[in-house]
T-cell receptor
Framework: NAGVTQTPKFQVLKTGQSMTLQCAQD?????MSWYRQDPGMGLRLIHY???????DQGEVPNGYNVSRSTTEDFPLRLLSAAPSQTSVYFC???????????FGPGTRLTVT | RKEVEQDPGPFNVPEGATVAFNCTYS??????FFWYRQDCRKEPKLLMS???SGNEDGRFTAQLNRASQYISLLIRDSKLSDSATYLC?????????FGAGTRLTVKP
């Protein structure tokens, strides 16, 4: 099992550009989520999904879109990048709400 | 006020020491509680879940106090490899809140 994979590992964008962060898991987990981690702050939930075709907003959803067409994949789209979106982004998956989350290795994004 | 609060540290302890971390949370309806560890520039990984009755895993003991809304982590006989940031996480899944983490450095 590869677990949770994320691509790319690093990305530099200019303000206003758009891009998609990829996330995939091979554990057949129903629950997937996206977090951002900023210095001195805990991970903050951006969007989450409880199954294919079902997504919902987390704590900081503005400027991001998600979709879940398959159980395995949960891409995160930045619509128009802003310097405030410079962060480390982690994707996670879980068997159910009462179980631990497994995290991908993260994407380090810089917006200039 | 933050949803989940942790002492940021750093905690600098010698090998073999016992160290304890506390974490307070504000949402009294929280149902899931975890401790994760995060090594520098890596993803968080589960250390242990926290159950109402308290639980132990080797050198690690976790406690939950619902009345006072805090969880704790005790590490006994610290090893150099325990050096990391420890994250307190409080659920439910659709509103998981992470503490900013407590940094631990274990020195020879």
């Amino acid at each position: 099992n590869a677990g949770v994979t994320q691509t790319p590992k690093f990305q530099v964008l200019k303000t206003g550009q758009s891009m998609t962060l990829q996330c995939a898991q091979d554990m057949n987990h129903e629950y997937m989520s996206w977090y951002r981690q900023d210095p001195g702050m805990g991970l903050r939930l951006i969007h989450y999904s409880v199954g294919a075709g079902i997504t919902d907003q987390g704590e900081v959803p503005n400027g991001y879109n998600v979709s879940r067409s398959t159980t395995e994949d949960f891409p995160l789209r930045l619509l128009s990048a802003a310097p405030s979106q410079t962060s480390v982004y982690f994707c996670a998956s879980s068997y159910s709400t009462r179980y631990e989350q497994y995290f991908g290795p993260g994407t380090r994004l810089t917006v200039t | 006020r933050k949803e989940v609060e942790q002492d940021p540290g750093p905690f600098n302890v010698p090998e073999g020491a016992t160290v304890a971390f506390n974490c307070t949370y504000s949402n009294s309806a929280s149902q899931s509680f975890f401790w994760y560890r995060q090594d520098c520039r890596k993803e968080p990984k589960l250390l242990m879940s926290v159950y109402s009755s308290g639980n132990e895993d080797g050198r690690f003991t976790a406690q939950l106090n619902r009345a006072s809304q805090y969880i704790s982590l005790l590490i006994r006989d610290s090893k150099l490899s325990d050096s990391a940031t420890y994250l307190c996480v409080v659920g439910p899944y659709n509103d998981m809140r992470f503490g900013a983490g407590t940094r631990l450095t274990v020195k020879p």
